[in-house]
């Protein structure tokens, strides 16, 4: 670990644990629970869809199982403090993951566009079972949650700062992931699969545990939704949206990275919410994100930060180009012999 890059997290953890002591009103705090939410999804869903390039599209159905397992697990309205649905959001994600592996052993036998079709697949079962398990999930009718017990002058605290542990740990295995050899088996499976288990990568055990981690995660953030929302529906729940928006996200910023689903989700989610205030229901963000989507297939295909990444690398190299061309000008310049009288003479010109 590089002191640049221990500078960078640690001031970017401190200003999020700062920020909601500056006062913010409520409106501005909801914005950036929500803005975390999808944060930490993104850099979740980077793991399968940006190091091991399979284009999950599934994610949602774990929010939402997420979502109810909380649900199912807290029945009972009364709440001693109010933060004990918390600390059974590791249970929640285990749940996630173990119900992750075995669609993840079936999913991940094809790839690419048949993956994304299988993933999405997967999601609209979950959520036609939410629709349909009405003694688990409440049906159409929805599913209440305990209501929390927080003051109404600091209720959205305690799930801002759950959030960003949540975004700490998504980002923590990110970062553990590009400087291990998991991050490198995951990348050499995206670049050349087949070649990548010729030389010896077991691709099924990493792309499997990558993507139970993952849904694990998204699982987490679904039941801190719920417990937020305090009554969830299926088709919120489990909505295919929430999954286009962690793709679009990811992509926006630069899916490989470690700061790019963040980037993403600043942007993108920060601009819904704002629409959603300014314009009420009407679901304009819709356009703006199919507009953006557009924008980066045509100008950002790799995303932000690579872009600006290799542009400013581009940069250094012609900045080394033109250093070396005038180094050797100079070289030249100071080798050449002086003229003398002897070379004047040669060439027929008269003596000094």
């Not at 850099?43 to 909380?70: D, M, T």
């Not at 960003?164 to 490198?184: D, E, I, N, P």
């Not at 980066?296 to 542009?311: A, K, Q, S, Y």
Request: proline share 5%.
């Amino acid at each position: 670990m590089r002191v640049p890059s221990i500078l960078r997290g640690g001031g970017f953890v401190a200003v999020l644990l700062l920020l909601p002591l500056l006062g913010l009103q409520h409106w501005f705090l909801n914005l950036l629970v929500f803005v975390l939410m999808y944060a930490t999804m993104s850099s979740a869903w980077n793991l399968v869809g940006g190091f091991a390039g399979y284009p999950s599209l599934g994610h949602a159905a774990f929010f939402g199982i997420g979502a109810y397992s909380l649900a199912l697990m807290f029945k009972d309205p009364v709440l001693a403090n109010g933060y004990e649905p918390f600390f059974v959001l590791p249970v929640v994600g285990l749940i996630g993951a173990l119900i992750g592996w075995p669609i993840a052993l079936i999913s991940m036998r094809t790839r690419a566009d048949v993956f994304a079709i299988v993933t999405i697949t997967f999601l609209f079962v979950v959520q036609t079972l939410a629709f349909n398990l009405h003694d688990l999930t409440g049906g159409a009718q929805g599913a209440a949650l305990p209501v929390p017990p927080f003051p109404a002058a600091s209720f959205e605290l305690p799930f801002y700062y759950v959030l960003v542990l949540l975004l700490c740990l998504a980002m923590g295995l990110t970062f553990a992931t590009m400087r291990s050899k998991l991050g490198l088996s995951l990348v050499s499976i995206r670049a050349d699969e087949d070649k990548a288990r010729g030389i010896g990568v077991r691709t099924t055990g990493v792309k499997v545990l990558a993507f139970s981690v993952s849904v694990g995660i998204t699982a987490m953030v679904g039941g801190v939704w719920a417990y937020y929302e305090g009554f969830i529906y299926p088709q919120f729940a489990v909505d295919p949206l929430v999954t286009i928006a962690m793709v679009l996200m990811t992509f926006l910023g630069g899916r490989g990275t470690l700061w790019g689903p963040v980037l993403g989700a600043v942007i993108l989610e920060a601009g819904q919410q704002y629409l959603t205030y300014q314009l009420g229901a009407v679901q304009l963000y819709l356009i703006v994100y199919a507009l953006i989507f557009l924008m980066i297939i045509l100008l950002l295909p790799r995303g932000i930060l690579p872009t600006i990444e290799d542009r400013l690398r581009q940069r250094r190299r012609r900045q080394r180009a033109d250093a070396a061309t005038a180094d050797a000008a100079l070289d030249l310049t100071a080798g050449s012999d002086p003229v003398t009288t002897d070379h004047v003479d040669a060439l027929g010109g008269g003596t000094t």
